[in-house]
């Protein structure tokens, strides 16, 4: 390894220990040295997904996905200060963000342009070690350089907008209509990014968090709504009958689903990125059916389509990360963190090492 510095022997990270909700425990772990094709990162700063929110609740996806012992954590950036054996795509200093999707570029989906849903695939910080912790290690190829105008506290959350940002291109975007089916973080991105590439009206659903419903308005939504609302009647009422062109389901809410099956234009088009409590959620086939619906599901990002436009819109500044991210706290308050990030009264929440 060629090292920037002199670097530790030892970390503490968060550590997914206990087969229980919660569960994690500061543990000190070896400094991780990187591989050949791999590069070792400082932590600048981590921010918390929905996908943490699953391992922390340790539901059935988290129990059959996160090895007892693994440091979670996979939104993030940092500055590189160690270089494995072959590495000569980056070097000592450059701050990069993570994409979290760890491919083989050897499989068929590869091969394809699809290696965000390689056969072979793992994502770091579920499957192996990530970054609630000071220090970690990546391939390179997953370790993507800055735009020169993203400040790097705001640059861990270009994994949740390039999540929105792949979603929304499942359909038709500029001069479109387009609904926002739930408002967690990644759908308010959703809000913002679909304002930014060019939509000719937004409308965005939630159930009653009025912080966020807030916040879809000031990021641009052209049309909020909530438990108070018919939202199939409201979204038809406001796309003159039809429907809106793109539909992307956030929420996870089975009741969402209907809706936006319902609330799609005939041959429009619905993008679901949600993971849903129960697998087999209720679904109107038949709406389904005669509207003519194309149905896309949403994972991750394309490896690296996705990528450039999200560094297009940011370097264009027209992403409106200040308003999002809506608190910062130092990495010893994880646990604080994640009560924060369950209860929802909040945009982003970014822990800073």
Request: charged share 20%.
């Given at each position: 390894?060629r090292?920037?510095?002199?670097?530790p022997?030892?970390?503490?990270?968060w550590?997914?220990?206990?087969?229980?909700?919660?569960?994690?425990?500061?543990?000190?772990?070896?400094?991780?040295?990187?591989?050949?094709?791999?590069?070792?990162?400082?932590?600048?700063?981590?921010?918390?997904?929905?996908?943490?929110?699953?391992i922390?609740?340790?539901?059935?996806?988290?129990?059959?996905?996160?090895?007892?012992?693994?440091?979670?954590?996979h939104?993030?950036?940092?500055?590189?200060?160690?270089l494995?054996?072959?590495?000569?795509?980056?070097?000592?200093?450059?701050k990069?963000?993570?994409?979290?999707?760890?491919?083989?570029?050897?499989?068929?989906?590869?091969d394809?342009?699809?290696?965000?849903?390689?056969?072979?695939?793992?994502i770091?910080?579920?499957?192996?070690?990530?970054?609630?912790?000071?220090?970690?290690?990546?391939?390179?190829v997953?370790?993507?350089?800055?735009p020169?105008?993203?400040?790097?506290?705001?640059?861990?959350?270009?994994?949740?907008?390039?999540?929105?940002?792949?979603?929304?291109?499942?359909?038709?975007?500029?001069?479109?209509?387009v609904?926002?089916?739930?408002?967690?973080?990644?759908?308010?991105?959703a809000?913002?990014?679909?304002?930014?590439?060019?939509?000719?009206?937004?409308?965005?659903?939630?159930?009653d968090?009025?912080?966020r419903?807030?916040?879809?308005?000031?990021?641009?939504?052209?049309?909020?709504?909530?438990k108070?609302?018919?939202?199939?009647?409201?979204?038809?009422?406001?796309?003159?009958?039809?429907?809106?062109?793109?539909?992307?389901?956030?929420?996870?809410?089975?009741?969402?689903?209907?809706?936006s099956?319902?609330?799609?234009?005939?041959?429009?088009?619905?993008?679901?990125?949600?993971?849903?409590?129960?697998s087999?959620?209720?679904?109107?086939?038949?709406d389904?059916?005669?509207?003519?619906?194309?149905?896309?599901?949403?994972?991750?990002?394309k490896?690296?389509?996705?990528?450039?436009?999200?560094?297009?819109?940011?370097?264009?500044?027209?992403?409106?990360?200040?308003?999002?991210?809506?608190?910062?706290?130092p990495?010893?308050?994880?646990?604080?963190?994640?009560?924060?990030?369950?209860?929802?009264?909040?945009?982003?929440?970014?822990l800073?090492?």
């Open positions: 390894m090292p920037m510095q002199d670097l022997e030892s970390m503490f990270g550590t997914k220990l206990n087969d229980e909700i919660g569960g994690f425990s500061l543990e000190k772990h070896d400094m991780p040295k990187p591989e050949h094709g791999e590069v070792l990162i400082k932590t600048h700063s981590t921010s918390i997904c929905g996908t943490d929110v699953h922390w609740k340790w539901d059935d996806w988290a129990k059959e996905n996160v090895p007892l012992g693994t440091i979670t954590g939104e993030t950036c940092g500055v590189i200060v160690g494995g054996d072959g590495v000569e795509s980056h070097s000592i200093g450059d990069v963000a993570i994409e979290c999707h760890l491919a083989c570029w050897d499989c068929p989906r590869c394809e342009g699809n290696a965000h849903i390689c056969e072979r695939g793992e770091f910080g579920v499957h192996s070690n990530g970054a609630f912790a000071p220090y970690f290690t990546i391939p390179a997953n370790a993507r350089k800055l020169s105008n993203l400040a790097m506290e705001n640059a861990s959350i270009q994994d949740p907008l390039g999540n929105a940002i792949h979603t929304l291109t499942g359909g038709p975007v500029k001069g479109s209509s609904a926002i089916h739930g408002l967690g973080p990644i759908g308010l991105f809000v913002n990014a679909a304002k930014a590439m060019g939509a000719s009206k937004v409308i965005a659903i939630d159930w968090n009025q912080e419903m807030d916040m879809a308005k000031k990021l641009g939504a052209d049309l909020v709504l909530g108070d609302h018919n939202i199939v009647d409201e979204i038809l009422a406001n796309t003159d009958g039809r429907g809106v062109d793109n539909s992307c389901e956030f929420s996870g809410s089975p009741q969402a689903l209907s809706n099956i319902k609330s799609t234009r005939m041959g429009g088009y619905l993008n679901i990125l949600s993971v849903y409590g129960d087999t959620p209720p679904v109107p086939m038949n389904v059916v005669f509207r003519y619906l194309h149905i896309k599901g949403i994972n991750g990002r490896m690296w389509s996705t990528w450039d436009l999200m560094h297009q819109l940011l370097e264009e500044n027209k992403i409106d990360i200040e308003t999002l991210i809506t608190h910062r706290m990495f010893e308050q994880f646990n604080q963190a994640m009560e924060l990030a369950i209860s929802g009264d909040c945009g982003k929440v970014v800073e090492f």
